[in-house]
């Protein structure tokens, strides 16, 4: 990266070449079962962004969180001297690639698969479907609330150094805002639980997102209701397959099919047993449609 680190990039089969991005904390081997059967005729580059994976040890950039992993694509692409690539993203990949496209990055994308994700993560007059819809408010209140707790422990790099009280204190909004993500309300009084474990334990749970400045920086980014990329939708004429969990608790079908309407020749995918990843509510309904995403192009 253009900071001297190093990231994590799986790099599968042979063929034309499919650049993959994450949701948040998701590790890039989540899509292995879904490319295997399609090696012999695409070359899929699978990142890890900062903090997650192979990338966990990797640490954030200053700034705006969306930026820095915006910029660490730049570099992947220019790394592997990608052209003419399909581009393929979930939740934050999502949020990555609209990034990217308003920096001008979709110059060589031939196609792209958008997964469950807004065109704008704040709510505005204009816009009410952007992260956690209309309960936006009451919950960006509930990661500022996570923000000061964790703030008042500068020297623990991660969440399990934190003493129990803070961990205890910081984690039934945690774990609700996880399970959201999630979109499993089940998982909720599993997190609790796991959160509450003694230290020498949690250290070895993989959580998302483990390290408090990672946290720290999504909690900022997330919760200054910024990121709107309705403006440079459609400025390329990619076509989209926009993937949309019908049941997503983060993000509501009108605000993903914006996507859709403003790129040529594209459509959307309703996924009716789905929540916020499709990819494990709907495993096989997902094969289908990249296996259809990757005959397309």
């Given at each position: ?228 990329y309705r403006s440079s939708?459609?400025r390329d004429a990619v ?59």
């Open positions: 990266m253009r900071d001297g680190a190093a990231l994590h990039v799986r790099v599968l089969g042979r063929g034309q070449p499919v650049l993959m991005l994450p949701g948040l904390g998701m590790s890039a081997n989540s899509w292995l079962p879904f490319i295997l059967p399609h090696l012999a005729r695409f070359r899929f580059y699978l990142v890890d962004f900062r903090g997650a994976g192979g990338s966990a040890g990797v640490a954030f950039k200053p700034g705006d969180v969306f930026q820095s992993h915006t910029e660490d694509v730049q570099d992947v692409i220019a790394h592997f001297g990608l052209r003419n690539f399909l581009l393929v993203g979930i939740s934050l990949g999502c949020t990555t690639s609209l990034h990217l496209q308003r920096e001008g990055g979709f110059a060589d994308v031939k196609r792209y698969m958008h997964i469950d994700q807004s065109p704008c993560v704040g709510n505005r007059e204009d816009w009410s479907h952007g992260l956690f819809g209309s309960r936006q408010q009451e919950l960006f209140e509930k990661l500022r609330e996570i923000l000061s707790v964790i703030d008042r422990y500068p020297n623990c790099q991660r969440f399990a150094d934190l003493p129990l009280a803070a961990r205890i204190e910081a984690s039934d909004t945690l774990s609700e805002v996880l399970a959201l993500m999630a979109g499993a309300k089940v998982l909720l009084p599993l997190l609790r639980g796991v959160m509450r474990l003694p230290r020498s334990l949690l250290k070895y749970v993989p959580l998302p997102v483990a390290r408090l400045d990672d946290m720290r920086a999504y909690l900022a980014a997330y919760s200054s209701g910024g990121h709107d939708l459609g076509p989209v397959t926009v993937i949309t969990g019908v049941h997503s608790p983060l993000y509501a079908e009108a605000g993903q099919a914006l996507v859709a309407s403003a790129h040529p020749r594209s459509r959307v995918l309703r996924f009716e047993r789905s929540g916020h990843v499709p990819l494990t509510d709907e495993p096989l309904r997902f094969a289908r449609a990249l296996s259809g995403f990757l005959r397309e192009a």
